[in-house]
Nanobody, 119 residues
C-alpha cells in the first residue's frame, strides 16, 4: 500500500527558510514522477515543484522559481522541498504527490502539512 507522509511545516517569518519532507512507504520514489502542491484557503491547489522520472527533470512555476528546490533521497525514500526567502503568499497547506503507472496513471497524495509565513 502506497503511503506518503509530509512533515516539516510550521510558522516562520518572511525571508526565512523551511524544508518539508515527504516520506514514502510501499513504493520506491525513484523512477516515478513526484510533485509538491500547495493549497491556500479559498484557492485551488497549485503545483509548486515537479520532479520527473529523473532528478534532472524539474519544473517550477514562476511564483517559486529560484526560491524553492525539490529533491529526493532515494536511499531514505524521502522527497524534500527546500523553501527559501519565504513570503506571506507562500502560506498554504503543502502536499506531496506521486504518479504511478501500472495499467493506467494513478495519483497518490499525502495528508498535507501547514506552512504559515507571518511576522
Amino acid at each position: 500500500q502506497v503511503q506518503l507522509v509530509e512533515s516539516g511545516g510550521g510558522l516562520v517569518q518572511p525571508g526565512e527558510s523551511l524544508t518539508l519532507s515527504c516520506t514514502a512507504s510501499g513504493v520506491a520514489l525513484s523512477g516515478h514522477p513526484v510533485s509538491w502542491y500547495r493549497q491556500a484557503p479559498g484557492k485551488e491547489r497549485e503545483l509548486v515543484a515537479h520532479l520527473g522520472f529523473t532528478d534532472d527533470a524539474t519544473n517550477y512555476p514562476a511564483s517559486v522559481k529560484g526560491r524553492f528546490t525539490a529533491s529526493r533521497d532515494n536511499a531514505k525514500n524521502v522527497l524534500y522541498l527546500q523553501m527559501n526567502n519565504l513570503k506571506s503568499e507562500d502560506t498554504a497547506v503543502y502536499f506531496c504527490m506521486m504518479n504511478i503507472f501500472t495499467t493506467k496513471w494513478d495519483d497518490y497524495w499525502g495528508q498535507g502539512t501547514q506552512v504559515t509565513v507571518s511576522s
